[in-house]
C-alpha cells in the first residue's frame, strides 16, 4: 500500500505537492469514489483517476551499471558533462542510488524506487563496498592496518574496513589493494588513502554488497537479479 499522492506523482503525473493539493480539491477518485483525505492509502489493485485520467502506477525498475570513468553520478550536470543516465534506457525516471566519483568506475545501482534507495544510502545500513584501489607509492603493513582500523575525515573516524590484495609495482612506485568499507562518505576512499599518505590513481567499485561487474563491460548495464535485490535488503535491515 502506497499514500495516494505519492502514486500519483510516481505515475509522472505531476509533483507530490500538486497530487496533494488535487486530492484535497476533490480531483482524485479511487475506485471511483472521491477522496479528499490525503493519508489515503492504495494498492496498485486500484484504479485511481485525477480530473478524470486514468492513473497508470510506475513500476519499480533496479538496474545495475557498469559506470565508466568521465561521466557524473547526478541526474544532470551544471557544467554539461555526461551523466550516467545517458548510459541506460530512461522512460521511468530513475536515478543513481548515492554516488561515484566523476573519475571512479564500476558498480552503480539506478532505481526509481525512493524506499530502497533511501534504505541503501541510510548510514545504518550494512552493505559491503569493495574497492579496487591504485595508488602512489608503497603501501605498508602498519598503513593498511591503520586504514582497517579506522582512520580521521573530517573529524570522525571510519568505522572498519578490510584492506586486501596488496601488491606493488615497482616500475610504475604504484600500488594495488582491495578494500571493503560499509559507508559511504563523499570521496571516502580517496580521502582515508590521503591520511596514511597515499595519492589515489584509480578507483573501481567492484562488488556493492552481492552485486559484481561479473560478464560486464564498461558502460553496460543490466537489471538487478531478484535475489540480488533480496540480499541487499536483507543486508541492509540486518
Ligand atoms: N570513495 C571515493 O573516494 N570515491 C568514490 O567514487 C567512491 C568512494
Do not use: W
Not at 550494512?126 to 580521521?152: C, I, N, P, T
Not at 594495488?176 to 591520511?195: A, D, L, P, S
Not at 558502460?219 to 537479479?225: D, I, M, P, Q, V
Amino acid at each position: 500500500m502506497e499514500r495516494l499522492q505519492k502514486v500519483i506523482a510516481r505515475s509522472g503525473y505531476c509533483s507530490r505537492r500538486k497530487a496533494e493539493e488535487l486530492i484535497a480539491a476533490g480531483k482524485v477518485t479511487v475506485n471511483g469514489d472521491t477522496v479528499t483525505l490525503l493519508g489515503t492509502k492504495v494498492s496498485y489493485a486500484d484504479t485511481v483517476t485525477v480530473n478524470g485520467t486514468l492513473i497508470e502506477p510506475e513500476e519499480f525498475v533496479y538496474y545495475v551499471l557498469y559506470k565508466p570513468e568521465g561521466y557524473v553520478s547526478t541526474t544532470d550536470d551544471d557544467k554539461g558533462r555526461k551523466t550516467v543516465l545517458d548510459l541506460v534506457p530512461n522512460e521511468k525516471r530513475i536515478y543513481p542510488v548515492g554516488r561515484l566519483d566523476y573519475d571512479t568506475s564500476g558498480v552503480l545501482l539506478l532505481t526509481n524506487d525512493g524506499t530502497f534507495a533511501n534504505l541503501m544510502a541510510s548510514p545504518k545500513h550494512k552493505v559491503d563496498k569493495e574497492y579496487l584501489v591504485k595508488m602512489k607509492g608503497f603501501l605498508r603493513k602498519h598503513e593498511s592496518a591503520q586504514l582497517a582500523k579506522g582512520v580521521v575525515i573530517d573529524g570522525h573516524k571510519t568505522r572498519r574496513a578490510v584492506i586486501k590484495n596488496v601488491t606493488y609495482h615497482k616500475q610504475t612506485e604504484t600500488s594495488f589493494c582491495h578494500i571493503i568499507i560499509r559507508e559511504g562518505k563523499y570521496h571516502q576512499v580517496k580521502r582515508m588513502f590521503e591520511t596514511v599518505g597515499h595519492e589515489v590513481i584509480t578507483l573501481k567499485r567492484v562488488r556493492y554488497g552481492v552485486v559484481t561487474l561479473d560478464g560486464m563491460k564498461k558502460g553496460e548495464h543490466r537489471l538487478l537479479k531478484p535475489h540480488e535485490l533480496k540480499q541487499l535488503r536483507h543486508m541492509a535491515n540486518s
